[in-house]
């Protein structure tokens, strides 16, 4: 489940970590994360109760198959960013340095990518994978655009049409 990704994420700890500050085990924490176990609400509201955080709902349109595509893309571009953060980000300033200039009428989109890519790595991360309506749009003029190899675009593209039908 994505969400308890994420939760770790933000907390900056890792699955043993939060299943031992949430008095459970770190088998289940994998369980939750992979899907094959669904933790209740109250488990949620637990989990992040034992870092420090509140369960917070949104509700916010269903992603559209291009907006599920382009998160698809940036789970990928997020796995990079870990892996090799200041060579990733350093990257995406200077593309992001090229958008600016070839196109001026997205500069409050361009402004808001500059301030992203000041934050830490996992707060970066958690804005470019968040479902909300502002960072689909962020997801739209992604200054890490070019950082995919075609090879890597094109499983991803493969992987995401099998599991997108329905």
């Known amino acids: 489940m994505e969400v308890?990704?994420?939760l770790r994420f933000q907390a900056g700890v890792t699955q043993q970590e939060l299943a031992?500050?949430?008095g459970t085990s770190q088998p289940?924490?994998?369980?939750?994360e992979s899907g094959a176990k669904s933790p209740t609400f109250s488990t949620l509201k637990k989990l992040a109760a034992s870092v420090d955080l509140d369960l917070i709902i949104h509700f916010t349109p269903k992603l559209t198959r291009e907006d599920q595509r382009s998160l698809a893309y940036h789970q990928a571009i997020a796995k990079k960013i870990q892996k090799n953060p200041e060579i990733t980000i350093e990257r995406a300033r200077n593309t992001l340095k090229r958008m600016s200039q070839k196109n001026p009428y997205a500069k409050a989109l361009f402004n808001k990518w500059k301030q992203w890519l000041t934050l830490s790595v996992e707060e970066l991360i958690q804005?470019?994978?968040d479902p909300g309506i502002e960072a689909r749009n962020m997801r739209q003029v992604s200054?890490?655009?070019g950082l995919l190899s075609p090879?890597?675009?094109m499983q991803i593209l493969k992987r995401?049409?099998?599991?997108?039908?329905l």
């Not at 289940?28 to 939750?32: E, G, Q």
């Not at 995401?160 to 039908?165: A, G, I, T």
């Open 28 to 32: 289940t924490i994998a369980l939750y």
């Open 160 to 165: 995401f049409r099998k599991e997108y039908q």
């Open 20 to 22: 031992s500050k949430a």
């Open 127 to 129: 804005r470019i994978l």
């Open 151 to 153: 090879k890597e675009r």
């Open 4 to 6: 308890i990704r994420r």
């Open 143 to 145: 200054p890490f655009a």
